[in-house]
């Protein structure tokens, strides 16, 4: 019998044992330093044999973690003794709980509180202060909280059944530090006997397997991995533990390469997170380089351009945007030592505000697959910046807020994204994740409805946003294309120029109904400040706020028809607030201005942004001047011009809107450009229609019918294609020969795609549709049938497919639409409802739509990026489906995991639709 054998045979003999002796059966016996250890096991004296493993470790203690942090003399014991007296801060909450934790306790009702409760984070304290004083009080406490929580908190059949003490997240997070670093510096604190630390160490091995089997995506899965790989590398007795490396490695590999965009930004654009998804890959890779593991030369690359990418949105302070679920964080902090990592000097210089290093070679940037532009005049304390998104909405953490702005100038924070404050189910909540709260448009009081198209968040290619960059002016075009609930036609178009001679900004907003809709609109344009104390000059209804050694002016060019009100720290409902931080719970009274206007469609509103510094604002003059197209008056929504002019300089601007076929002609200058730029006594300046580079190429440009100009542009291959066109949108496009030599239209046209035909299920029996269909109800809308499948009720997993025969063949347009609902009681462990098409190969290609069950009719629509392979064992599987493919079957899915009591699934559908 061999030796394992002989140490299994004898576990089996034990009865009624503690729980903590489970732990030799997850250790590798074999290997030569567990030698006093396996013979413990061996002869059946497992108190031993946890005495011998507790000197193994001391053995190797310092070089466990690569090292344990080092504890200065002179630690702040305050931290710890809170802990002493229960008494915990978490997302600005502080709340005392008895001796006796309920790891489940939630005194303010906000569950990020028990959530960082259970992330351990607070044993730290409790560990550090015993290293540095001995004192025993602290150790003894930490026994005590380590021994109540595993008592507690067994581990559970699934995520489902843990609430927030076996969160895969908090699995991940406390494996990555808190558990390791506590397990190592208590293995000779009193109270911390052999029995407990086998207990702590079989804890680890449970939330490691627990990984193994459960977790989550986007920044969760590098979190969860992260924490992984850490446990792997810092206890490699266990036998699993190169299973877990393997595992590690291999998802964090896969998951950089379809986390990370190509211009360097994570998938929820939440800069945020970002950093957190950055954080985990980096420690990944470190980690794996440090204990010799392979890996991919790409991947380090990646993470190399996720700093890139956090360099290059950060404000000369070194602070990010607060853009979707991001606090006011600091960059330059991630950035430390880059620089020397990866010999980048252009991050040197952007980090020490261009005191070392070499400038990067452009100030301004698009970031194009964020979609995400940065204006600036350059890096140090004394320039000016203005951010905008216009890119997708998010993998997660997304808030309501395409085209937001984000002004800094002269040292201080102007103008901002509001950032969070809370995750709590409040109206806080609401108010902080809605337009209201951002410095967009609102159309008829109501703001945007990206989060119901789930084709708009995540993309498979760059945002085809027009973008110029030169010496004296950049220009940025952003677009919100998907509607407002009483609107669904209305877009709303936002230009972005930045006239650097005068180091100010003009915003132009464009509405225009994409479908034809003519009814008047109620139209308003928010800014929202920094800081408070906002003042209107009730002449130009321009509002000026000072923000300590600097100030910002929100001047609208054209005040007539347009009314101005000022809100701050306004509480029913939420207006005029900033919050700088969910951690501590931190708002503050802020300046939103509102200019609304009653008009119908196509309107045009544009404003000056003017920041300058120290507190005595310069003089400014503002107006609007008359434009001629052809010898015509041209309207607002076809030509911006205005007369700008800051302390001594002006300058006469001009921005078109139409199709830019005639030259215009403003105040006695005539220009063919779509932006001109008229300085005194300087020579013009203009934007060329395309940009000009040094080899002969084809780009198309395109624009909605209703109006608004060319706002999109992208390389040209021979096919009319417009890259995130939507059905039912009509669109005018033209095709460019741009060269050394300027541009060159060789075709304009007109383009609509049409609207999926849609199956109602109006007949009593569904043609094509074959599954287990039981019969016809009342359906979305109100409508007279749906298709419904069910089968029997059962505790096990189980599956409700239907399918039907398409013709079809995948192009960049393609769209699958549906309404479902899936009315059941409970949908048990790894419930989702997923939408597959069977190409003519037999492969599947599948996009999740849901994953919890719902009662209510729920809208759905998809596009071409939104499929990935599903096929397993395939070169194809988990990747993008590319068009070209002859697609032949659609099914929907929905599967029904694990559930205490049987239920049976059901799936209703209708208002079905596909078009190629």
């Known amino acids: 019998m061999t030796q394992t054998m002989l140490l299994l045979a004898a576990l089996c003999t034990l009865q009624d044992e503690p729980p903590w002796r489970a732990v030799f059966e997850h250790l590798d016996l074999t290997r030569p330093e567990l030698s006093e250890v396996a013979a413990g096991v061996e002869a059946g004296d497992q108190a031993a044999a946890a005495e011998a493993l507790v000197r193994h470790y001391l053995t190797r203690r310092e070089g466990a973690m690569a090292p344990l942090p080092a504890v200065p003399e002179n630690y702040d014991r305050g931290n710890a003794d809170k802990v002493l007296a229960r008494e915990f801060t978490f997302v600005g909450k502080t709340h005392t709980l008895p001796y006796d934790i309920d790891w489940n306790a939630n005194p303010p009702n906000d569950h990020e509180w028990p959530i960082e409760l259970n992330r351990h984070y607070t044993w730290l304290n409790l560990a550090r202060a015993w290293d540095a004083t001995g004192d025993a009080r602290y150790a003894r406490d930490l026994a005590f909280l380590v021994s109540d929580w ?57 939330q490691s397997d627990y990984l193994m089997r459960f977790g989550g995506g986007g920044n969760w899965l590098t979190m969860e991995k992260n924490g992984l790989l850490t446990a792997a590398v810092t206890f490699p007795e266990f036998a699993d533990s190169q299973a877990w490396i393997d595992d590690a490695l291999s998802n964090m590999t896969r998951e950089i390469g379809v986390q990370v965009y190509p211009d360097g930004s994570q998938v929820e654009l939440t800069p945020h997170y970002h950093s957190v998804a950055m954080r985990n890959f980096d420690a990944v890779y470190q980690r794996a380089v440090e204990h010799g593991l392979e890996v991919p030369g790409e991947y380090a690359e990646t993470v190399e351009r996720m700093y890139e990418y956090l360099a290059l949105i950060a404000k000369p302070s070194g602070r990010i945007p607060m853009w979707n679920d991001s606090d006011h964080d600091d960059a330059h902090r991630r950035l430390e030592g ?47 910046y203005l951010a905008m998104d216009a890119g997708p909405y998010g993998y997660g953490h997304q808030h309501e807020d395409k085209l937001t702005l984000d002004l800094w100038g002269y040292g201080e924070e102007l103008i901002v994204d509001p950032g969070r404050y809370t995750y709590a189910p409040t109206k806080w909540r609401g108010y902080f994740v809605s337009t209201e709260s951002h410095s967009t448009v609102l159309v008829d009081g109501d703001g945007q409805i990206r989060r119901s198209d789930r084709s708009t968040w995540v993309v498979d290619r760059p945002e085809p946003l027009r973008w110029y960059s030169g010496e004296s002016v ?61 003042v209107v000059d009730p002449a130009t209804k321009a509002v000026r706020v000072q923000a300590g050694s600097a100030g910002a002016i929100a001047a609208p060019v054209a005040a007539d028809g347009w009314s101005v009100s000022v809100h701050e720290g306004e509480e029913d409902p939420p207006t005029g607030w900033v919050a700088w931080s969910l951690h501590k719970a931190l708002k503050e009274p802020a300046t939103m201005v509102r200019y609304t206007s009653e008009s119908g469609l196509p309107a045009a509103m544009a404003m000056a942004l003017i920041p300058y510094p120290g507190d005595s604002p310069p003089a400014v003059r503002l107006g609007p001047l008359p434009a001629t197209i052809g010898g015509q008056a041209a309207a607002p929504t076809e030509v911006t011009a205005l007369r700008l002019g800051v302390g001594e300089e002006s300058a006469t601007i001009v921005i078109r809107h139409d199709d830019l076929r005639g030259p215009v002609t403003v105040d006695g200058r005539t220009t063919s450009s779509e932006v001109a730029l008229w300085m005194d006594d300087q020579p013009a300046v203009e934007i060329p229609i395309a940009a000009q580079g040094e080899d002969v190429e084809e780009r198309i440009q395109w624009g909605y019918q209703a109006g608004g100009g060319y706002v999109y542009e992208a390389t040209h291959d021979g096919d009319i294609a417009l890259p995130g066109a939507r059905r039912g949108v009509p669109y005018v496009y033209r095709v460019l020969r741009v060269g050394p030599a300027g541009a060159e239209v060789l075709e304009t046209g007109e383009l609509l795609l049409e609207e999926p035909e849609l199956e109602t299920f109006e007949e009593d029996v569904p043609a094509e549709w074959t599954g287990p269909i039981d019969h016809t109800q009342p359906g979305h809308d109100g409508s007279r049938g749906a298709l419904r499948a069910t089968s029997e009720a059962t ?21 699958a639409r549906l309404a479902y609902r899936t009315p059941m009681a409970d949908g048990g462990d790894w419930f989702y409802l997923k939408v597959t098409f069977t190409d003519s190969d037999g492969l599947w290609w599948s996009a999740y739509i849901d994953n919890a069950p719902t009662g209510d009719w729920t809208p759905g629509e998809l ?54």
């Open 795 to 815: 505790t096990d997993t189980s599956y409700v497919t239907v399918r039907r025969p398409v013709r079809e063949v995948a192009t960049e347009a393609l769209a």
């Open 863 to 916: 596009a071409l990026g939104d499929f990935r392979g599903d096929t397993q064992d395939t070169p194809e599987h988990g990747k993008p489906m590319p068009a070209g493919l002859e697609l032949v079957e659609l099914q929907v899915t929905l599967r029904k995991g694990v559930t205490a009591e049987p239920v049976a699934p059901v799936l209703e559908l209708d208002d079905v639709g596909v078009a190629g």
């Open 338 to 384: 880059i620089a020397d990592r990866f010999g980048r000097e252009d991050i040197r210089y952007i980090v020490t505000r261009g005191e070392e290093g070499t400038a990067p070679e452009r100030a301004s940037v698009l970031l194009p697959y964020a979609g995400q532009v940065v204006m600036r005049s350059g890096w140090t304390m004394d320039d000016v």
């Open 474 to 534: 950049d220009l940025a075009v952003g677009v919100y294309d998907t509607g407002y609930p009483g609107a669904p036609g209305v877009m709303h178009i936002r230009k972005l120029l930045f006239v650097k001679p005068l180091r100010c900004f003009v915003v132009v907003d464009l509405l225009v109904d994409a479908r034809g809709g003519d009814e008047p609109r109620q139209l308003t344009s928010q800014i929202q400040f920094a800081h408070p104390g906002g």
């Open 150 to 206: 595993i008592t507690d908190n067994p581990r559970p059949e699934s995520p489902r059944d843990a609430r927030w003490t076996w969160r895969t997240l908090e699995c991940g997070l406390r494996l990555q530090r808190p558990w390791p670093e506590c397990f190592l510096r208590m293995l000779d604190a009193p109270g911390f006997t052999p029995e407990l630390l086998c207990a702590m160490l079989l804890s680890i091995w449970e």
